[in-house]
Structure formats: structure tokens, C-alpha cells
């Protein structure tokens, strides 16, 4: 029998395959659905604090409106008690999905400011978060703001929840780094047990009638996963952290080039939203029937055969690479 089982975090899964935060990891439905499918790990969606705060200030107005005008009517405000505010709601969830299911449940976490981080990563782990995955959505579009300031916050924040907290800390990354490979390997001194390679940030749209900005979803493709592809098989050789490839994860041998390229897992979202949970079934049995074709007992075996630390020339893997593409492609028309 081929293994499936991969490490991730210092974690054991079943199977490389993990569905990534999404609305489908808010449903108690689909995430038994997916733990049926096969899935190796599940990460709900992220815990935005700047949305649990609003929340907390808008029941906090809400109770207070009119309170002292008629004393008599103080009775009929409820109890704050009474409402599911704040982190509640999430983490009854996580609470929830970890007595349901059989499969690691790793809690992704969005903060604003470093006591936020660290308040929320606490609760996460109480409530039984198997990981913490930060979700470092930043867009540092002030000029005022610098390249080093943006890196230094950042590994100041992965420092104080790794250190504050007993679970493994996965990083989630934008590819907007000026160095990525020197950013990556300084997340590793910081702490960070993982990286997940890359956050993708969804640009708005312009209104032509309104003027204004739009949020536009528009869902991943597997041509998407060559950004993540690339850097996995670059960084491989330098880190000794788990490295988790998200963004362009659709098909089985999307997940076999991600794990040849050095990742320890393949993320996905868009391709479970489109075809539901069952979808995993059939990325694991292709990926199971690959391996076999090309004699490979085990994905453990399978992982960072295709890195650039292992190719024969490691130093010309980026620009060859660069090259040669560009060489290959043929114009349709005539010159």
C-alpha cells in the first residue's frame, strides 16, 4: 500500500490534502463531509479582530442606548451574558469541529494589534486548536511605512505567539517581500514551525458608475500555483520549517508538484468550493495512482524530489528556469 501520510507542523496527517480556510470550514457539514473524504487536516477560517471588536463596541452601544432615561425599563435590556459575542461564536466552533472530527483542526487567526494576537492565539489554543496558522494579511501601501519596518513587525508578532503559546505556529505569507528566501529563513529563527506559501489578496474592482471600489471574488486556477511552486522548490534546501503551498491546488497532479517541489502539504479552497468535499476522494486516489506508476512507496519518500537543492545545479535553478521560458514560446503570427 502507498503511504499518504505526511508531516506537517510536527503534526502526523493521514494525507497531504488540506482543506484551507474557507466558508466551507465554517460548516459543520461539509467539515465531517471532508473528514470522510479523506482529508489530512482541516484550517477554519480566520478570526478577524478587528470584526470582533466592532462587534463587542456595537452590543456594548446597543445596551447602553436610552439606559437611566426610565428606570423602570432597565430590566427589559438582557444580559450581556446572553449574547454570543466577540471570539465566542468561533470558538464554539473550533470546540465543536474538534469533538466531530478525526483529523487534525488548526485555527487561523487575523490580528490588528500585538495584544489582539496574543489575547485571541490563547483562547484558540484553550478551546483546542491542534496549530495556530497567523494569517499576516497586511498591505503596507503608507510610504512612510518601509520594507524592514514591515519585516521587523512581523517577526516581532511571530516571535511573541510562538513564544506565548504551547501549539505549532504556521506563518501565512504574502509574496510581496523584497527577500523573501532571507524573510523566510529569519520567520524560522523567530519561531514559526511552518510557512504557507502564499496569501492571496483579493483586489478590488473600480465601480465605473459609482466610483468606488468593488470587492470582486474571483476563485484560483491551477495556473496560479506556478508562484508557489517556484518558491517551495527554492526555499526547500534552506529551511527546516514545514512549508504548506496554497493558491492553484485543483488536481492530483497539482498536489504531486508541490510535493515533489518540497511541500509538506497541498492546500486547497477554490477547487472545494467548485466541486464540494467529495473532490478530495478523487485528488487522493489520483495522486495514490501516480505514485505507484513511478515507484514511489510513500509520500514522505515523494517530497522535495524535484527542490532546487537537490538538482544539479542549485544556483542556476532560478535564472535557467527564467530563461529558458521565456525561449520557449512561439508567437501564432507570422513575423
Same mark, same amino acid.
Given at each position: 500500500? +502507498?503511504?499518504?501520510?505526511?508531516?506537517?507542523?510536527?503534526?502526523?496527517?493521514?494525507?497531504?490534502?488540506?482543506?484551507?480556510?474557507?466558508?466551507? +470550514?465554517? %460548516?459543520?457539514?461539509?467539515?465531517?463531509?471532508?473528514? %470522510?473524504?479523506?482529508?489530512?487536516?482541516?484550517?477554519?477560517?480566520? /478570526?478577524?479582530?478587528?470584526?470582533?471588536?466592532?462587534?463587542?463596541?456595537?452590543?456594548?452601544?446597543?445596551?447602553?442606548?436610552?439606559?437611566?432615561?426610565?428606570?423602570?425599563?432597565?430590566?427589559?435590556?438582557?444580559? *450581556?451574558?446572553?449574547?454570543?459575542?466577540?471570539?465566542?461564536?468561533?470558538?464554539?466552533?473550533?470546540?465543536?469541529?474538534?469533538?466531530?472530527?478525526?483529523?487534525?483542526?488548526?485555527?487561523?487567526?487575523?490580528?490588528?494589534?500585538?495584544?489582539?494576537?496574543?489575547?485571541?492565539?490563547?483562547?484558540?489554543?484553550?478551546?483546542?486548536? %491542534?496549530?495556530?496558522?497567523?494569517?499576516?494579511?497586511?498591505?503596507?501601501?503608507?510610504?512612510?511605512?518601509?520594507? =524592514?519596518?514591515?519585516?521587523?513587525?512581523?517577526?516581532?508578532?511571530?516571535?511573541?505567539?510562538?513564544?506565548?503559546?504551547?501549539?505549532?505556529?504556521?506563518?501565512? /505569507?504574502? =509574496?510581496?517581500?523584497?527577500?523573501?528566501?532571507?524573510?523566510?529563513?529569519? /520567520?524560522?529563527?523567530?519561531?514559526?514551525?511552518?510557512?504557507?506559501?502564499?496569501?492571496?489578496?483579493?483586489?478590488?474592482?473600480?465601480?465605473?458608475?459609482? *466610483?468606488?471600489?468593488?470587492?470582486?471574488?474571483? *476563485?484560483?486556477?491551477?495556473?496560479?500555483?506556478? /508562484? =508557489?511552486?517556484?518558491?517551495?522548490?527554492?526555499?526547500?534546501?534552506?529551511? %527546516?520549517?514545514?512549508?504548506?503551498?496554497?493558491?492553484?491546488?485543483?488536481?492530483?497532479?497539482?498536489?504531486?508538484?508541490?510535493?515533489?517541489?518540497?511541500?509538506?502539504?497541498?492546500?486547497?479552497?477554490?477547487?472545494?468550493?467548485?466541486?464540494?468535499?467529495?473532490?478530495?476522494?478523487?485528488?487522493?486516489?489520483?495522486?495514490?495512482?501516480?505514485?505507484?506508476?513511478?515507484?514511489?512507496?510513500?509520500?514522505?519518500?515523494?517530497?522535495?524530489?524535484?527542490?532546487?537543492? +537537490?538538482?544539479?545545479? =542549485?544556483?542556476?535553478?532560478?535564472?535557467?528556469?527564467?530563461?529558458?521560458?521565456?525561449?520557449?514560446?512561439?508567437?501564432?503570427?507570422?513575423?
Amino acid at each position: 500500500m +502507498t503511504d499518504l501520510s505526511t508531516q506537517y507542523l510536527g503534526l502526523t496527517l493521514r494525507a497531504p490534502v488540506v482543506a484551507s480556510a474557507s466558508p466551507m +470550514t465554517n %460548516d459543520d457539514r461539509a467539515l465531517r463531509a471532508l473528514d %470522510d473524504a479523506g482529508v489530512g487536516a482541516v484550517v477554519l477560517p480566520s /478570526l478577524f479582530e478587528e470584526q470582533l471588536e466592532h462587534e463587542e463596541l456595537a452590543i456594548d452601544a446597543m445596551l447602553e442606548t436610552g439606559a437611566g432615561a426610565f428606570a423602570e425599563a432597565q430590566t427589559f435590556f438582557p444580559e *450581556l451574558d446572553d449574547y454570543n459575542t466577540g471570539p465566542d461564536r468561533y470558538l464554539t466552533h473550533l470546540e465543536q469541529t474538534k469533538e466531530a472530527l478525526s483529523v487534525p483542526v488548526i485555527a487561523s487567526l487575523n490580528g490588528v494589534s500585538l495584544g489582539g494576537w496574543l489575547r485571541y492565539a490563547h483562547l484558540l489554543e484553550q478551546a483546542g486548536a %491542534d496549530a495556530l496558522e497567523l494569517n499576516v494579511y497586511r498591505v503596507a501601501a503608507h510610504p512612510e511605512v518601509s520594507g =524592514p519596518d514591515v519585516e521587523q513587525e512581523t517577526l516581532e508578532l511571530v516571535t511573541a505567539v510562538s513564544e506565548a503559546v504551547g501549539v505549532p505556529v504556521a506563518v501565512k /505569507l504574502s =509574496p510581496f517581500f523584497s527577500s523573501l528566501a532571507h524573510f523566510a529563513c529569519r /520567520l524560522e529563527d523567530a519561531g514559526a514551525a511552518g510557512l504557507v506559501l502564499f496569501n492571496r489578496f483579493y483586489q478590488p474592482d473600480l465601480d465605473l458608475e459609482t *466610483l468606488e471600489p468593488t470587492p470582486r471574488l474571483v *476563485l484560483s486556477t491551477s495556473n496560479e500555483l506556478r /508562484l =508557489p511552486l517556484r518558491w517551495i522548490g527554492l526555499l526547500r534546501g534552506f529551511l %527546516d520549517v514545514s512549508l504548506a503551498a496554497t493558491t492553484g491546488v485543483h488536481t492530483s497532479d497539482d498536489v504531486a508538484k508541490v510535493l515533489l517541489a518540497g511541500a509538506d502539504v497541498a492546500m486547497m479552497t477554490s477547487a472545494l468550493l467548485q466541486q464540494g468535499p467529495r473532490h478530495v476522494t478523487a485528488v487522493l486516489e489520483g495522486l495514490r495512482a501516480w505514485m505507484v506508476d513511478r515507484e514511489y512507496d510513500s509520500v514522505e519518500q515523494l517530497k522535495g524530489s524535484a527542490a532546487a537543492a +537537490t538538482g544539479p545545479d =542549485p544556483e542556476g535553478y532560478e535564472r535557467a528556469n527564467y530563461v529558458t521560458t521565456l525561449a520557449s514560446y512561439s508567437s501564432p503570427f507570422p513575423r
